[in-house]
């Protein structure tokens, strides 16, 4: 498969327990998003990196969140403490980069339930 | 700030109507423009640029700079078009690259 791969599909975790999510993006593709999206919304932007750089993190990304890229290939999304507000899906997409076509290409997503 | 408003939650057509899904943004620069589909349990895809001035399974849309909106439409809706519609862009020429979306739409075409 040379889609965005995410792992795992589903999460359930206890409230106050510290999960991780992965990113396989395309493999040529420079530009990783994080982002979340809870029922009714769209897609809310958390972080995005070329290549290891993280350019820039939304202020809904709190310091329970922290994200890595650590040799511009995967990425790793994890949050400490989870909260039941941290339910939702964590959707990651990647784009091939500077000069090369602008399209998003996502991942299933990761559903994530606190209880 | 950039922003990306979609002001209906839910459009309902019959099979055969035309369409039009609403998308105004905000921002001050030169947006690239996008459509996103997602069809019941798949995942997000691109449905079309504004760059690339195409038509997708019959959908079009025109970037209008002057009331900055990007609407998308369909003369003749079919059942498979029934699904969520996200606008979304990129603020190029700013500060970041970072894809923004709308809260999306979603399209219901009755038979």
């Known amino acids: 498969d040379t889609g965005v791969s995410q792992d795992p599909r589903h999460k359930i975790t206890k409230r106050g327990q510290n999960v991780t999510f992965r990113c396989d993006p395309i493999?040529?593709?420079?530009?990783l998003y994080w982002y979340r999206q809870t029922l009714g919304q769209g897609p809310e932007f958390l972080t995005y990196?070329?290549?290891?750089?993280?350019?820039?993190k939304s202020r809904l990304l709190s310091d329970r969140f922290s994200a890595e890229r650590p040799k511009g290939s995967f990425s790793t999304l994890e949050i400490q403490r989870t909260e039941q507000g941290d339910s939702a899906m964590y959707l990651c997409?990647?784009?091939?980069?500077?000069?090369?076509?602008?399209?998003?290409?996502f991942g299933q997503g990761t559903r994530l339930t606190v209880v | 700030a950039q922003r990306v408003t979609q002001p209906e939650k839910l459009l309902s057509v019959f099979k055969g109507a035309p369409v039009e899904l609403k998308c105004n943004y905000s921002?001050?620069?030169?947006?690239?423009l996008f459509w996103y589909v997602q069809y019941s349990r798949q995942r997000l895809q691109l449905l079309l640029r504004?760059?690339s001035r195409e038509s997708i399974k019959g959908f079009t849309a025109d970037l209008n700079k002057g009331e900055t909106s990007f609407h998308l439409k369909k003369p003749f809706a079919q059942e498979e078009d029934s699904a969520m519609y996200y606008c979304?862009?990129?603020?190029?020429?700013?500060?970041?690259?970072?894809?923004?979306f709308g809260t999306g739409t979603l399209l219901a075409v009755q038979p």
């Open positions: 990196f070329q290549n290891e750089a993280q350019l820039e």
């Open positions: 493999s040529e593709h420079n530009r």
């Open positions: 997409a990647s784009i091939l980069g500077p000069g090369g076509r602008t399209e998003a290409f």
């Open positions: 504004h760059i």
């Open positions: 979304a862009l990129i603020p190029y020429g700013g500060a970041t690259n970072k894809l923004i």
């Open positions: 921002y001050s620069g030169s947006p690239e």
